[in-house]
Every structure is written in structure tokens, then in C-alpha cells.
């Protein structure tokens, strides 16, 4: 099993900390104080979790050098989907073409990568398909109450996409381990409501996400630590043997507790939340996709990847990095005015 190859795309539009003073009782300083965020982006309207999601996928297949017909399967991750139904897959499989390929979401809220990746991953090595593309897309802003400042801080929108294939023994890459964990009793703790929830009396409409900001950070440090260990352990890798960890881009906060608690050096763990926020299902792949441009993975590494998220849900995988041709992002930084950031 290897990754070939690695996409992201963002939303032009580009809301900063200063933007979100004026919609909120907040400061920049607060925001990047407790969460590292400088900045996120917010698509606009017909930017969709398909749109965003093709277009990472694109760069993902250019970057592996393969075609939309040669992909077997599509698994996404996303918690954001355009529709109940169809599956946010099936939109991306036709707009890329990929004619052969089957296609579902999965959701693990902002673990959806990880179940995503690791679902796709059993394919390639059980023989039900030669090439998969995974990806993970978000358009958390749908969801969001912009009046919640302990939320509408936070999150951002976004896509990112790998694509995975058979190797041979030969050549590096290789799914080390995975640990994928849930805890539904905690559920109450980051939530956003569906059809059969009808929102609870008194809250605005919605649904919106609902969040214990300070148990979910305690939940998650604890989760992401163990999780790694597991991981780790099951690999037969020591924390010294891993070259680079990307952690689900949640809370610089977070990051760094969970790195300090594994004996983690800094300069081993990638964030780039401070420019996205958390885009869910996103974070890992689009971190993932930037860390590669920066020449951050060689073939050989050992590469651990962390999530979290609402379920709760969480987990951790080590996987031997094979090697990937940069792709070029569509993620061009530019700062619209605010009356044009702000979702209706
Ligand atoms: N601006 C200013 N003040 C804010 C604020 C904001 N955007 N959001 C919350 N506050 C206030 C709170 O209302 C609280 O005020 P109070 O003491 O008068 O009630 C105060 O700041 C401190 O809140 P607290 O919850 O202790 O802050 P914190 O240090 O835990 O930071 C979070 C809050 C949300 C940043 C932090 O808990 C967090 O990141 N949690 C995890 C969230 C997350 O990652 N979720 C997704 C997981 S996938």
C-alpha cells in the first residue's frame, strides 16, 4: 500500500481574526493566544464540499500521475456533505469522470480522514481495488452559528485528497498501523444536530455545532496521546523513529500538549492551523499535502497522523512514506471584505 499522490484546494475567500471581532464579542489576541488560528477560509455561495472536494482531488490524481478512469473506489470523509443524498463521493466521481469507480462517504466528524484513509487502505491490501482516491472535505461555515463566538472561531473550510496503490515489497511505502477509537457516551460534548434531532427549545436554528470547548480540549490531549501510543506499539516504532506527525489542525493548544505527552519534538510535528483553522475532515490531508510541498516527507519516513473528533470519535496511524510529486494548491490568500465573508 502506498501514497502517490496528494491534493488540497481552499476557498479563495479568506476571513481573519479582525473580520471576526466585528461579528463577535472577541480579539485577535484572544483567538491566537488559545487556539494558534490567524486565519481561515470560507467558501462562497456554489462553493460545495463536492466542489472543494474535486478540486483536491484533481491536484491528487495530477500529483500521482493517474487518470479518473483508473480509480476503483472513492471514499470521503466529510460531516459537511452537499446532501443527506447522494453521497458527496458520487458528485466527485462524476465530476472527475472516474467512471469505473465506486463511491460513499464516511463520517467521523473531524476523523473522517482517518476512517476514510484507513477504509480505503483495506481495500488496497485485501485486493478489492488497485487505486483509491480518499479524500477529506469540509464547508464547516454551513454549520456554524456566526453569532457563537465559542465556536465561529474555530473551524474553516476546506479539502484535501490522497490517492493510494498497490506497491510491491520492493519500493517504500507501507500502512505501518492504525488504531481507530469511539466513544458515543461523550457525545454531548460536540455535536451538530441532524433531521431526527429537531434543534432543542430556545436555540437558534440551525443545526448548528454545539461544543464543550474545555472538555472536548481535555478529551482530545488525552485520546490523541493514547491513541498514538497504540499506534506506535503496534508498529514496533519508537516515538524517536517518527520523522514527521501530522496532527489533526484543531488547537495549537491541543498540538502541543499531545506532542509534549509523547516526548514529540516540535520541529517534528507539522500545524498550519494558524492559516486554516479546523476544516474537519480536511486537516490532515491538506496539512499532509502542505508538508510534502515543503519537502517535509522522504521516501522511507515514518510518517504519524492523529484525529479527533465529535462521537467522539478519534485515532492514529503510522504509515512508511513512499514518496510524493508536489501538485500545485488552487489556494490563492486573498482577503475579500468582510460583508462578503459573512455566510447569510
Ligand atoms: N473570544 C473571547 N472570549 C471567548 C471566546 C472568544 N472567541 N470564546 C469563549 N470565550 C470565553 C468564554 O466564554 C469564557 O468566558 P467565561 O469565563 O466568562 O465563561 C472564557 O473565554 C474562557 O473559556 P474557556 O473555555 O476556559 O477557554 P479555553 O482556554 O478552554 O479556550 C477553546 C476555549 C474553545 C479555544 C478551547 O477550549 C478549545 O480549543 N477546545 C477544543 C475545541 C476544539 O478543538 N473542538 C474541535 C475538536 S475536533
Not at 480579539?27 to 474535486?54: N, Q
Not at 500529483?63 to 459537511?80: F, K, N, Q, R, W
Not at 507501507?174 to 458515543?184: I, M, N, Q, T
Request: net charge negative.
Amino acid at each position: 500500500m502506498r501514497i502517490t499522490g496528494l491534493g488540497r484546494a481552499v476557498p479563495e475567500q479568506v476571513l481573519t481574526n479582525t473580520d471576526l471581532e466585528r461579528m463577535v464579542e472577541t480579539t485577535d489576541e484572544w483567538i491566537v493566544e488559545r487556539t494558534g488560528i490567524r486565519e481561515r477560509h470560507i467558501a462562497v455561495p456554489g462553493e460545495t464540499t463536492s466542489t472543494l472536494g474535486t478540486a483536491a482531488a484533481r491536484a491528487a490524481l495530477d500529483s500521482a500521475g493517474v487518470s479518473a478512469e483508473a480509480i476503483d473506489l472513492i471514499v470521503v470523509g466529510t460531516s459537511t456533505p452537499d446532501a443527506v443524498f447522494p453521497a458527496t463521493a458520487s458528485r466527485i466521481q462524476d465530476a472527475l469522470g472516474a467512471r469505473r469507480a465506486g463511491a460513499f462517504d464516511v463520517n467521523a466528524a473531524c476523523a473522517g480522514f482517518l476512517a476514510a484513509i484507513s477504509t480505503g487502505m483495506q481495500f488496497v491490501a485485501g485486493g478489492g481495488a488497485e487505486r483509491v482516491l480518499v479524500v477529506g472535505a469540509e464547508t464547516m461555515s454551513r454549520i456554524i452559528d456566526w453569532t457563537d463566538r465559542n465556536t465561529c472561531v474555530l473551524f474553516g473550510d476546506g479539502a484535501g485528497a490522497v490517492v493510494l496503490e498497490r506497491g510491491t515489497a520492493d519500493e517504500p511505502g507501507a500502512l505501518e498501523s492504525f488504531v481507530l477509537r469511539s466513544d458515543g457516551s461523550l457525545a454531548s460534548l460536540l455535536y451538530c444536530g441532524g433531521p431526527n434531532e429537531p434543534a432543542i427549545a430556545g436555540s437558534p436554528a440551525g443545526p448548528y455545532i454545539v461544543m464543550d470547548g474545555r472538555n472536548v480540549f481535555r478529551q482530545a490531549v488525552t485520546a490523541m496521546t493514547q491513541a498514538a501510543a497504540e499506534a506506535l506499539a503496534r508498529a514496533g516504532l519508537g516515538v524517536s523513529d517518527i520523522a514527521l506527525c501530522v496532527p489533526h489542525q484543531a488547537n495549537l493548544r491541543i498540538v502541543d500538549a499531545v506532542a509534549r505527552n509523547l516526548g514529540l519534538r516540535g520541529d517534528r510535528v507539522f500545524t498550519n492551523l494558524e492559516r486554516y483553522g479546523n476544516t474537519s475532515s480536511a486537516s490532515i490531508p491538506i496539512a499532509l499535502s502542505e508538508a510534502n510541498d515543503l519537502g517535509r516527507l522522504q521516501p522511507g519516513d515514518h510518517l504519524l497522523m492523529l484525529a479527533f473528533g465529535g462521537g467522539l470519535a478519534w485515532g492514529a496511524m503510522v504509515v512508511e512514506w513512499a514518496g510524493v510529486r508536489s501538485a500545485r494548491p488552487r489556494d490563492a490568500s486573498v482577503h475579500v471584505p468582510l460583508e462578503q465573508a459573512v455566510p447569510a
